[in-house]
């Protein structure tokens, strides 16, 4: 349970330490026993040469009792490192000679017989060394009493030495296993704390690539996850807003529905009313009272007629017509009603026919509403600059205006119903034009220019064959 409370990137790194502690320190006890063997058994092997050799040289000394010959090999013996005494006897175990000098031990003793043979070769006497005196008299006895301090201070100082070698191995590799497990660990770490970002609602937030294969394929798979998600939510959105939308469109038709029964039909009652009054009381035409009472009456029945025309659109019956020759006449209707000096209408339309299949008067209203925007964008000064191109089975209509453009962040809802920049008006004019150009199969587009003032591009596709436009033309 403890375990569980500790990171990733902490586990990884005990789990390192102590698999390199242990492996380090098991080489360590295996090395430091077989070099400890090693050199003990040198040093035995050292010991047991030179008091062979002295049996071998007090051999003469034994048989001719000769004292101070065997007290100078006893001498000799001693100046040799680790020698703390030497001792030489008869076969019948009395000492001929005792040498002794003081030196730190613990002690140990080494003992050879003294045998009578002859050499092999006379002139080497080293050769006996290796003779078999199995078979050989014995006549006496050496004993060599030898310091272990010396062999075992070396021990110690290698071991002691070792032991920090292993530990300095131990911290480079613990500190380059850090290193890369940092290097590992932070991408998931990061991982988590852009998860946490996004819960928190940043939804544009992404990983960073990592810096290996397997944390860039992690990284990715997670951006491709958010990504997933932020599609998700875009989605879900758009479904809220159809709904939304789908459901004022509803609520408009039941108030259109309404507005038709209780304040159409009064209101040409009432319009009838004032031509009859003007009639009988002989009011002249241009009585201002009764020509803003008309404006007004011709105002709200527009109002109307723009809400029931969107809330219940027409079914569209589509026919073979001319998108050309169609703009054609919408723009001499518009230069007619703003025929002045203060706007125009500029329009460049090709001589060449461009057929689709269409509703002409369904149509006709959703690019007058998309020209008229432009007009009243004007207030009622500049130009209106209609361009059409078509290549292909491909149409476009260009409409610019001169007016103070639109903003940024209400660009993206210019479309929608009852949304609108104007004092005066209902905002459905540019919702009807989408809706009418959508249900032909069409886009339209609205976007600033860099000039000033909006431009609106309305793009159509044709689905008619050569043949068939052919046949048109004849």
């Known amino acids: 349970m403890i375990f569980k409370k500790f990171g990733i990137h902490v586990r990884v790194l ?6 390199i502690s242990t492996s380090t320190l098991t080489l360590g006890y295996w090395g430091v026993n077989i070099i400890n063997q090693f050199v003990t058994l040198r040093f035995s092997q050292r010991i047991d040469f030179m008091t062979q050799y002295l049996a071998l040289n007090s051999e003469l000394g034994i048989l001719i009792d000769e004292q101070r ?3 100078g090999l006893a001498q000799n013996m001693l100046g040799e490192n680790d020698i703390a005494g030497v001792v030489i006897e008869d076969k019948r175990g009395r000492e001929l000679v005792r040498e002794t000098r003081d030196i730190p031990g613990p002690f140990k003793t080494a003992g050879k017989w003294v045998y009578l043979s002859e050499p092999k070769d006379k002139n080497n006497p080293m050769s006996r060394i290796n003779d078999n005196h199995f078979d050989s008299e014995r006549i006496g006895r050496v004993k060599v009493t030898y310091s272990t301090k010396g062999i075992e201070d070396l021990i110690k100082k290698m071991t002691l030495r070792f032991i ?4 300095v191995l131990i911290l480079i590799s613990c500190l380059i296993f850090y290193v890369i497990s940092k290097s590992l660990v932070t991408p998931v770490i990061l991982l988590g704390k852009i998860a946490r970002k996004v819960s928190l609602g940043n939804h544009l937030i992404r990983a960073p690539a990592g810096n290996t294969p397997e944390t860039i394929k992690l990284a990715d798979a997670f951006n491709e996850m958010l990504d997933s998600i932020a599609l998700g939510r875009k989605t879900i959105v758009q479904a809220y807003e159809k709904m939304a939308k789908q459901e004022t469109l509803a609520e408009v038709g039941k108030f259109s529905m309404m507005i038709a029964h209780e304040v159409k039909n009064p209101l040409g009652i009432i319009k009838s009313s004032i031509e009859i009054m003007k009639k009988e ?5 241009d009585n201002i009272a009764l020509t803003y009472a008309e404006e007004e009456i011709v105002r709200l029945n527009d109002l109307i007629e723009s809400f029931l025309m969107f809330a219940r659109p027409a079914r569209p019956n589509f026919e073979k017509i001319d998108l050309n020759r169609l703009m054609d006449q919408v723009i001499m209707g518009f230069e007619i009603q703003y025929n002045s000096d203060k706007i125009k209408i500029k329009s460049c339309i090709p001589e060449e026919s461009f057929y689709i299949n269409a509703d002409f008067d369904l149509f006709s209203r959703g690019v007058t509403n998309v020209i008229r925007n432009a007009c009243e964008a004007n207030q009622g ?12 089975k491909k149409w476009q209509l ?10 940024k962040e209400k660009l993206r809802k210019i479309f929608e119903p009852f949304f609108t920049t104007k004092s005066k008006g209902t905002g459905l004019g540019l919702a009807f034009a989408d809706q009418v150009i959508k249900t032909h199969g069409g886009n339209i ?11 609106f591009c309305v793009t159509m596709f044709s689905s008619l064959k050569i043949e068939e436009t052919q046949g048109i033309l004849e």
């Open 164 to 167: 920090l070698i292993a530990l």
């Open 14 to 19: 005990s789990t390192a330490v102590i698999l």
């Open 281 to 285: 009381l002989n009011i002249p035409r």
């Open 69 to 71: 010959l065997l007290k």
């Open 445 to 455: 587009k609205a976007e600033n220019r860099l000039s000033g003032g909006a431009l």
């Open 398 to 407: 260009l409409v610019k205006d001169q007016g103070p453009g639109i903003p």
């Open 381 to 392: 000064q500049g130009s209106v600059d209609i361009s059409i191109e078509h290549r292909n």
